[in-house]
């Protein structure tokens, strides 16, 4: 599968931002979706997943309660609403599949797929 992700850009602190990740193929439904980012000089760091039917999710603490994954099988594609954002989630965001089990690994290489990424800047 071949990801591609868009929707990064620069908000205030406190703003929001709907980021999307655009799948190829017809087994987009078959995999495990996951977004991860990545600050400068930082490890990637995994945010948030969701599963094959998209009824369950997992979030990393940081952005739990503002953030919300999500994703349209009929459109293969995933997506990551960010609510009141903080300077602190300024990174490079990440896409990722995967056709583990659930509850998936939050480590970035259990993931075997990835997008391209795209720059999330929050300026204070």
């Known amino acids: 599968v071949q990801l591609q992700a868009s929707g990064g850009g620069l908000v205030q602190a406190g703003g929001s931002l709907r980021l999307s990740c655009a799948a190829s193929?017809?087994?987009?439904?078959?995999?495990?979706m996951g977004w991860f980012r990545q600050a400068p000089g930082k490890e990637r760091e995994f945010v948030a997943a969701?599963?094959?039917?998209?009824?369950?999710?997992l979030y990393a603490d940081s952005v739990k309660g503002r953030f919300t994954i999500s994703r349209d099988n009929a459109k293969n594609t995933v997506y990551l609403q960010m609510n009141s954002l903080k300077p602190e989630d300024t990174a490079v965001y990440y896409c990722?599949?995967?056709?583990?089990?659930?509850?998936?690994?939050?480590?970035?290489?259990?993931?075997?797929?990835w997008g391209q990424g795209t720059q999330v800047t929050v300026s204070s």
């Open positions: 193929g017809r087994t987009f439904r078959s995999y495990i």
């Open positions: 969701i599963d094959r039917s998209g009824s369950m999710t």
């Open positions: 990722a599949a995967d056709q583990g089990i659930w509850p998936h690994s939050t480590r970035s290489f259990a993931y075997d797929y």
